[in-house]
């Protein structure tokens, strides 16, 4: 619901508001959205890697604008927050989210799992997404502060004391990182028939 209300309002507005629309974005954004990328990221890097990460040496543009995303947000993010912009600063961090769905839709992993020339650019899109699913769960904590603990659970790694939003760069998951098992961070909501 926080989520929501942050995503929703801006600071000094007025804002529809009714258990429908939060269920319906609820069921989309963080189901569907950042919940399902989770699940089949997650999915695929212990189905092909046993949950091992290796960032690799493979790279090419789609890799690059996914990163790009990520910095971008990690620029915007803070300015918007800090103007009390909160709405703003939580759609520069989804943008993480949308743009690592559409990797998915490119790169297709399932894809190059079954042709051994293709073993370092897997390697690499299974990273991509581990790292970027980091950084959204360090971006929207603010939102969320359960949930995006949760996500880091399941990626397996731990903030360290202290760590900041300014702290945040590429590459904060190592080389022969251990992914932890996936379990439905957001499981779809039902409204009940009238």
Not at 23 to 40: C, D, I, P, T
Not at 99 to 117: G, S
């Amino acid at each position: 619901l926080r989520y929501y209300l942050m995503r929703d309002i801006a600071t000094g507005y007025d804002a529809d508001f009714s258990e429908e629309r939060i269920v319906m974005s609820y069921n989309k954004e963080l189901a569907g959205g950042l919940g399902n990328l989770l699940n089949r990221s997650l999915n695929m890097a212990h189905k092909y890697r046993e949950g091992v990460l290796q960032p690799g040496d493979y790279d090419d543009d789609v890799n690059r604008e996914l990163r790009e995303t990520v910095a971008g947000a990690h620029q915007l993010y803070p300015e918007k927050m800090e103007a009390w912009a909160i709405h703003e600063g939580i759609a520069a961090a989804w943008k993480i989210v949308t743009q690592a769905n559409a990797y998915v839709d490119v790169t297709q992993p399932f894809k190059l799992a079954k042709e051994a020339n293709q073993a370092s650019r897997l390697d690499s899109v299974l990273y991509h997404l581990a790292e970027s699913l980091l950084h959204v769960s360090l971006l929207l904590e603010p939102v969320m502060p359960t949930a995006m603990p949760a996500l880091r659970e399941q990626i397996g790694w731990t903030k360290p004391d202290g760590f900041q939003i300014k702290d945040l760069h590429w590459g904060l998951l190592q080389a022969g990182h251990q992914l932890q098992k996936p379990t439905p961070l957001f499981p779809r909501v039902e409204l009940p028939a009238e």
